[in-house]
């Protein structure tokens, strides 16, 4: 299994994604600190450099939401949850 499908099916179960901003994953995960981004679509964690300070500094910020504003983190947990990720909604995506 790739790490856009797996993280597609983590999401649907509310697990937050922290990912690394290189390949598919660039264009699925959205980091919710990221104020250039609208944020409907902010949906998780996001690092660019691929060692493990890129790492930490997004695990450090996703603790920090998580034990700093719970209010925010469940709503954002039930946003993942609710994410169209049918074929439908790529298609039409698409096509528009």
Known sequence: MDGVASTMIAMRYGSIPIARKTGVLNDSVFD???N???TQFRNGFT???PDEQGLNGALDRAFSHYMNDNQSW???VQKVMRIDLSWDWGLI????
């Open 47 to 49: 690092f660019w450099t």
């Open 36 to 38: 250039t981004i609208p």
């Open 32 to 34: 919710i600190d990221d």
């Open 93 to 96: 995506s698409v096509t528009v």
């Open 74 to 76: 469940q709503q954002l």
